[in-house]
């Protein structure tokens, strides 16, 4: 018998699905902040897209999350941001206020957390 070389006769297809839960929370200043000065919003001042306050915030999944925050509708520098997980007592944003820098009064503040939670599907055909 001659020597030959086999081919597998396989196919695969893979699906992958990203998942993402996007959860948006607000806050509107109250008084204006002018920097070098911080702000800091506890998870008890937020509200969430019902209008319901108290929220807790959501952890962040390990490197399948990011957060963006916007100051009177424009998007601000992350490293400007600490952002602390969790509800009452706990649950926190801090925006650091550079110097030369102010937060007007009535400036809406959005918090917008998205964590992902893919899965995929391989189907193997033999």
Do not use: R
């Amino acid at each position: 018998m001659a020597l030959e070389i086999l081919k597998l006769a396989i196919n695969a297809a893979t699906t992958v699905l990203t998942n993402p839960d996007v959860q948006k929370f607000f806050y509107v200043v109250d008084t204006p902040v002018t920097g070098p000065s911080t702000l800091t919003i506890n998870a008890e001042d937020f509200m969430d897209d019902t209008g319901a306050t108290g929220v807790t915030l959501p952890a962040l999944l390990d490197e399948n999350s990011y957060l963006i925050v916007y100051v009177n509708g424009v998007q601000v520098m992350q490293d400007l941001v600490t952002y602390n997980p969790g509800g009452t007592g706990t649950g926190s944003l801090v925006i650091t206020v550079p110097e030369d820098s102010d937060i007007i009064a009535n400036s809406p503040v959005v918090l917008v957390v998205t964590n992902f939670a893919p899965t995929a599907q391989t189907t193997i055909n033999t």
